[in-house]
């Protein structure tokens, strides 16, 4: 298959009608027919039902698009990481979110810098749950990820620390004296909706709490009584007297991980890897 006919597959997959798939390809809609019509027979399978009223799926269908969907991607990848070493050499693209695993992220980046072979670490710091994005779209060499909340899927990774969760509070809030608390106490927390985070299309779930982008923001709404927040428990180190952190007796672990493409061949992130693990 050439990755022009999986363009145009997907397109058509994830619109489910030919105009839409046509007008968002550029192209005009019978070649496009055309050219799902031949690879459909040179997989010897239908991939789409057809009717006058509506384009769906078969199982063969779904296949292929979970299958494309991962193949272009690492298509566009490559193109992104090959003309970014053409034009800015053999360094390495970082990715973490903004806030998290700051005490972390430093000590791993000055171990790294002590080593001989070190090369330049460009950070990109990003919004929640975009760094899996970033390093499947070849924008990021290596990301620092935090399990449960950050997929792993189709990442070699490397488990760095793992840590409890507490519950963040406004100062002089009720439950900000008690020494540790259970996560059905969140639930009786009514003057403190818990944050909404946004999807990976960018949209919040329906609910009570503050829409939030990034750690400082949402710091801020603790500190003004609008929320409270399960934080893993190295959010601490910025605490201020405005806000109080209570210990989540039953709070899943997080675990930081870093996370980087299974075919990345780059002698620096298997440096940058290993002084991790390390260190």
Known sequence: METRELRYFVAVAEELHFGRAAERLGIAQPPLSRAIRALERRLGSPLLERTTRAVALTEAGSV???????????????????????????????VAKAGASQELLTKLLAAYAAEPDAVAVDVELCGPGEQERLLRDGRADVGLLHRPFDSTAGFDTEDLHTEGQSLFLPAGHPLSTRTELRMADIEALPDLPLPRWPAADGTYPDGPGPQVRDTAQLRQLVALGRTAAVLPDSARVDLHDDVTAVALVDAPPVTTLLAWPPQSRSRAVADLVRVAARA
């Open 64 to 94: 292929l698009l979970t299958e494309g969907r991962t193949a272009l991607d690492a298509v566009d990848a490559a193109e992104r990481r090959t003309r970014r070493t053409a034009h800015t050499g053999p360094g390495v693209v970082l």
